[in-house]
């Protein structure tokens, strides 16, 4: 597999049929500036298309932070967004537009892991705050070491999170006062408490530890039927979405064509014959 | 009580009010044919009609297995859906429709158990896996036996589920993440694991521990009024498929009828005179 | 800060931006009646308004019960709505016009609590069953002593809860198998049962614990922007009853106003300098 | 082709792929009894599945009436559900539920003309009032005489029409204000009132014409592409009931089976040698 | 029957079960405080709930306007909301909270005509704009002069319509794309277009015939069955939001009550023997 | 005004503020191939960010077309997605996704249109069929000549339309009857009808008539306040897609900044001094 160069993210395979997407900017704990989140919809959208990539590991780079949130350098730049000046609040209208479509592409950047058709595993570790949440809550799975450091951490900085986390974290977890808690109070949590309301799935002593884990995850998401695996992802984001009658009818509508694929042959005949499947591109 | 008699089911009555349900195809670790969704229909259309049930266990005949899914061999069998010849492909379009209307009544069977006025309970011990997964996410409760197998199996044969459990199972359990791994790795998972995120109700040595767990609660409900017990099942389900507004608007106007019921006062006496309440048929 | 006088509440500050909500009637285990739910929605709608209070804590009074359910008395009362005499059943459509008035209005009353536009923690102790779990379920947050004893408890006299329970339950825990369980059989359920499904946040020894750790938590949301905190509320809220982009395309309207505030210079400010911030009133 | 007998309706075949359902009960005016409602649920449940047909003409037999309605004498048989004895209504709540079932079977029997998948297109002539809106409703298409007389009927009876009129007239013409006007004062309403609003196609000044000009509509549409036809039908109705983007991405889904077909290069053969294309049967 | 003195609005019963609010302003074209919204909130408040009235005409005093929207002098007055300060505008966030609740209330005043259980009939005449189309598509029926001026005129004035009219008429009436034309050009337009487009049910010469057909919609639904009326507005509405399957299954529960009615029988009976059937207040 | 150079669109600028975008293409009646669709999504997303743009007119270029759909010559070009070898067909699932993956493109690509934040008013004459009437539901205004032909074309060409007529259409005109005829049976329809129907905003004699009644109504959307006219189109379209609460809600958020504009005093002032008013640009 070969991959575009991108500024901040490394892209690799480490094994065939997976990628791993690194954010690359462990000095400054993996922060965020708008740059990085255009490139990661690049970057996303490229692996969705990939025929050769079957599953995602997503990770930060160094030992210290899976991502701290938003650059708060870049955050402080005159002419980024999060310090306008006055004149461009001089109509509060006319600002709110500016926010509004800022907020939509910011989310449809962050959106893009969940859009991907291929299923990304997340793994976190040390500061993983902010946006790292928001982020986070857009995988399909989350490894996390025992050191991790969460926080919905929005609130004080005086903002209420409008990038994802306060939308998909109560059809996230399993208990919506836990939810309350951490949003409003923006607290710290760490590993065996995510993991005890659902947000991780393991929890792991060390970094090295939890990337041998999403990637051994990866492997196995890689060795079944891409259309068994990409189906599964998008059929349990559309339920979330929709009521029970509009998930039964979509999926068997979807199925009309899914089923007609030689992986299904394929499969069983691997599983009769206890080898190792070999699956077509998609 | 008495029942119909079924092909593949054995249909009894443990106690007064409530009925009990078991896969009789032990032989075949109670996998399932396309007779045998037909047939569970009309059993669960059944006993949501009968005015002498009031409360359900589901399980399934011999030791070894719930339910172990589809039955392999039915599904090989020249003639079956699942065994189309060629020109059943010719056009692919023409075989989508086909396969539509074939997973809108397979579903349609399941969800018979969902839309079973009555409450019902389901023992898994076993295996218990694929359709298993689906019929159960039909139940109101799930009790299980410690040597459990469950697994959301569908990946594994190329295809993502659509009777279901993809569907429900994200609206049953309290971790996103969890659903997606087990559903995305098809790997199998246990009685304590399916007790931490919520998916059984509780967890016992052996399988009669089991059904006599799912007895005793039936008998429960059973003992209650079944003007209350039907609304509440119906109130729950309600409220999972819409926002809150629609679903006080709803119970406010179920209410208008079900409030106006002799049940109340017998209820009521009875509980001041701590006798057991008798409550005319529903 | 000042509050009107109630009947049936006592409604204080025990710090500055914080309101202590506590129901007065331990005579009656903080039982209600009607009169009891009209002031309340006044309390809330109050406070809601009130822009000296930032966050409440909600508790009942005396030692035995944070609320044992509808006041048993009143409802026997002749008068009231729930000992109507014959002739108001007289034509069964028009006595459910009357039901669905009362319940709209019943239910009103106790959504109050969940649209105050302030965080809500409920301190629940002793009984605390059938309308009082209608009520916890509008609070933000749940803590609660470990000799708590709740239950939906309206099966036992003959009715399906129609006052939120039902509708909100399987939206803040995590497992839809105990919803049903504890809603159709009305068994009571305690601390550490509540702990686990997630439907409360913490448990303590005693009375006064648990009110020392809400007012805490009150504490800690009173100190941050009430822009950002209020907003959190809002946007988790109008999330769990809508999908994943009406809840991204709401958020960033919003904000295109709420960013506009000089909270997040003075939250920010304020963190570089490791100094309390403060805020203005909202 | 060759149907079924069936006992209420005639069911022909006035051309190649077109079926003609005729209510055959001109001396009771067609009204319906229960065992009609059920019989047609079985002819349009028939007719969906029958690859031999590809649109449907359904009209009522006789000179007077396409349907008055509920047949008011088997309404009033004793054991009628229209004529309860007093110990039935003897428990208001489970009167409600006995109502509730043969609602829901009822509203399911004339759904099923929705429900058919393929055009069905209504001839509506004479009397046609109450239960003859809710099945006019639920065809594809309506082609009417001068001298049709329709009525929303139900509340001059006292009561509030539930088998679907209420529900699909303000989706299915074009101004609210006059579906109330007619729903809520019952008054009559003829052929040109109802072409302005938008609720049938066409009127013609003989039940002859009207019956002509169906058959000509019915046969344009078999002499297309059913998987394009049956495809257009399903698309509207799941439109009508979601959003837009849930609109897009179902047809999306359904469409990656659907244009995988050979009706698509047969049909544009056709179009270019401009001779009449042959479809497979669907 | 009698009615509360209110400041605002005189109601009186020109027939029996008849109530008729006229906006007794004329001096000022009937345009609106906000003292009147929250009048007209308690207006129909009492008449929803007064078991005398069945229907209601809705009309303006005076031969200029039915309503000429918004009070300008109200509104310029110091301490009005719509002439702030700029200290109420100092923080960009505190106003943006200021103006929702004012619109929240605002919009939930003018609701409540929709919210009125018994059909409203509006006579719109003269002057009828902004503020006016808003009220005009809370009420079930429209007539109106052919003298009459309608304007969404809100761009005019820099705002987006934020009470109704925006969120409503897409739902009235029968072309999207008049419904853009008009509220994105603010244009006048007249009683033939509003007829056309489905917006009025019927133009008259002068306001008393309009008055006059009014009164006599009123009272045809007057003299129908209460429990039949009343649910028929609610089942509109409610399918309006809802889509058709959540739409059938709750018009079946209300009907779990209400045909267990006498109002069925007595116009039965009336219909048999042509007699004016007399229903018990409802 | 500047605008980027497109190949298949000229956009230029009639009038201040107003933006014309022509397809220019006219050698092929205006027909798309797939670099068209791209190509437009770039101009109305430019547009929309454009703030010397207030209001657009889009048309077709020559006399004959406004655009004929898809360009068949394009579609047979080998490597063209409509005409796929027959290994792209291999596997069925695997042709889906990309059926799936290629409509979801072309559906945001004609979406755009509707997204736009400015209001588009489309000129339609001559032959407007297939893909034209895609595109034209999504504009907010539409204007044709009396010799337009319109069709909802695809079913003759084997297909059901899923770029967006089928998902807009209902929603767009005031008779569901007629959006069936029209779409089951691909037949013509004209200007009359369409203006009958509502689909269209009015009828002129030549092109340069109806080219000179959209960009009259193009200009006076331009000289109103941007923040009004923009915030109109939005609310106007979310409320098509939500109930009414949530539509009421949203509009009460967007308007906490949005009345917090310049454009209101300054809209008021030029009322009440009968000048024109100057906006700043948005």
Redesign the interface.
């Known amino acids: 597999m070969s991959f575009p160069q991108y500024q901040y993210f490394n892209v690799s395979s480490p094994e065939k049929w997976v990628a791993h997407v690194e954010i690359n900017r462990a000095e400054k704990l993996n922060a965020f500036s708008e740059p990085m989140w255009l490139e990661i919809r690049r970057v996303f959208e490229n692996l969705s298309?990939d025929a050769a990539v079957r599953s995602i590991v997503f990770s930060g780079s160094g030992d210290k932070a899976f991502c701290a949130g938003l650059d708060v350098d870049y955050a402080a730049t005159p002419g980024s967004f999060f310090n306008p000046d006055s004149k461009d609040?001089a109509?509060?209208?006319?600002?709110?537009?500016r926010?509004?479509?800022f907020?939509?592409e910011f989310?449809d950047c962050i959106?893009s892991i969940e859009r991907c058709e291929k299923?990304v595993i997340c793994v976190l570790h040390g500061v993983s705050i902010g946006l790292a949440v928001d982020i986070a809550c857009c995988a399909?799975?989350?490894v996390c070491t025992s050191n991790v450091t969460f926080a919905v951490k929005?609130?004080?900085?005086?903002?209420?999170?409008?990038i994802?986390s306060?939308?998909?974290?109560?059809?996230?977890?399993?208990?919506?006062?836990?939810?309350?808690?951490v949003?409003?109070?923006?607290?710290n949590f760490g590993a065996q408490e995510a993991l005890r309301?659902?947000?991780?799935?393991s929890v792991f002593q060390t970094k090295a530890e939890a990337m041998s884990e999403a990637l051994r995850?990866a492997k196995?998401?890689a060795s079944?039927?891409p259309?068994?695996?990409?189906?599964?992802?998008?059929?349990?984001d559309?339920?979330?979405?929709?009521?029970?009658?509009?998930?039964?009818?979509?999926?068997?509508?979807?199925?009309?064509?899914?089923?007609?694929?030689?992986?299904?042959?394929?499969?069983?005949a691997s599983?009769r014959q206890k080898k190792v499947p070999t699956?077509?591109?998609?």
């Open positions: 298309d609040k109509d509060a209208a006319r600002y709110a537009a926010v509004r479509r907020a939509y989310q959106s299923p399909d799975l989350r929005e609130v004080d900085i005086g903002l209420a999170a409008d994802g306060l939308t998909r974290l109560p059809k996230i977890v399993g208990s919506y006062a836990w939810v309350k808690e949003s409003l109070t923006a607290r309301v659902g947000f991780v799935n995850l196995i998401m079944k039927s259309v068994a695996v990409q189906g599964t992802k998008n059929f349990l559309w339920s979330r979405d929709h009521d029970i009658m509009t998930g039964l009818r979509y999926t068997a509508v979807w199925n009309g064509a899914a089923v007609n694929t030689t992986d299904i042959p394929v499969a069983m599983m699956f077509e591109k998609l």
